[in-house]
């Protein structure tokens, strides 16, 4: 993270799954956009408290 982006950058990740990347840019002082399609998944890095601005959002298609 550190090698490639710098505080205050915007991390994008399109396959968030557990939310590992978006997790270390919040640490690192990063912006970041974490997209997946399961409501599960985007929910599961924040089970404390959120970081401001978080709304998790997801692709609703069949099952969940």
């Not at 968030?16 to 985007?42: K, P």
Request: with cysteine; proline share 8%; glycine share 14%.
């Amino acid at each position: 993270m550190r090698l490639f982006s710098y505080r205050g950058d915007i991390v994008l990740d399109p396959f968030n799954g557990a939310g590992t990347t978006t997790l270390v840019a919040a640490r690192e002082g990063r912006r970041f956009i974490g997209i997946d399609l399961s409501l599960r998944y985007c929910q599961t890095p924040w089970t404390g408290s959120p970081p401001l601005g978080y709304i998790p959002v997801h692709g609703k298609r069949g099952r969940d």
